[in-house]
C-alpha cells in the first residue's frame, strides 16, 4: 500500500520541478518548525551565478533570517529531494537542523548516507535524525528526466 507523500516533501518536489524549467538541477528544499514551513528555494546557481546556492543552502539562510534564532534552526525540519552534498550537510550540521528527510540518494555527490558520510564522523558536533527515501521515486524520475534531455 502507497501512502502519500507529507505536505513539506510535495512541496519540495513542486520546487524541483521550477528549477527543472528554469534549467537549475531539479532540487527543493523545505524548512519547517511546528508544522508551519517557515523557508523553502530550489537550486539557483546558474542563475544566481553562485556556486553555494544550492536549495538546502538557500532554505538554511531564509530560515535564519526569518526566525532571527542566531543561525540555530534546532526545531527545525529540513525536506529535500535528494541527499545533501558535504557543503550542504556541513551547514545542516551548524544550523542545528533537527530532522533532515530527503528523496533520492546521491552516490556520487552526496555526504549523508555515501561519500564523506559527514553526520558519522567524530568531528560533527550534530547530528540530525536522518530519513531518507521519502518521495524517492519522484525526485529521481525528475533528476534523470533533467540530465537525459541535457544529453540529447
Wanted: hydrophobic residues 45%; contains cysteine; proline residues 7%.
Amino acid at each position: 500500500m502507497a501512502f502519500p507523500l507529507p505536505d513539506p516533501m510535495r512541496r519540495a518536489l513542486a520546487l524541483a520541478r521550477e528549477a527543472a524549467v528554469a534549467g537549475e538541477v531539479p532540487v527543493g528544499a523545505v524548512i519547517v518548525r511546528d508544522g508551519e514551513v517557515v523557508a523553502e528555494a530550489r537550486n539557483d546557481m546558474r542563475s544566481g551565478n553562485d556556486p553555494s546556492a544550492h536549495a538546502e543552502m538557500l532554505a538554511i539562510r531564509r530560515a535564519a533570517e526569518h526566525l532571527g534564532a542566531g543561525g540555530r534552526l534546532d526545531s527545525c525540519d529540513l525536506w529535500v529531494t535528494l541527499e545533501p552534498c558535504a557543503m550542504c550537510a556541513g551547514a545542516i550540521a551548524l544550523a542545528r537542523i533537527r530532522r533532515l528527510y530527503f528523496g533520492a540518494p546521491d552516490p556520487k555527490g552526496g555526504a549523508v548516507i555515501h561519500g564523506p558520510r559527514l553526520f558519522s564522523q567524530p568531528t560533527c558536533h550534530h547530528r540530525p535524525e536522518i530519513y531518507g527515501g521519502l518521495g524517492e521515486s519522484e525526485s529521481a524520475v525528475l533528476l534523470r528526466r533533467f540530465f537525459t534531455d541535457r544529453r540529447e
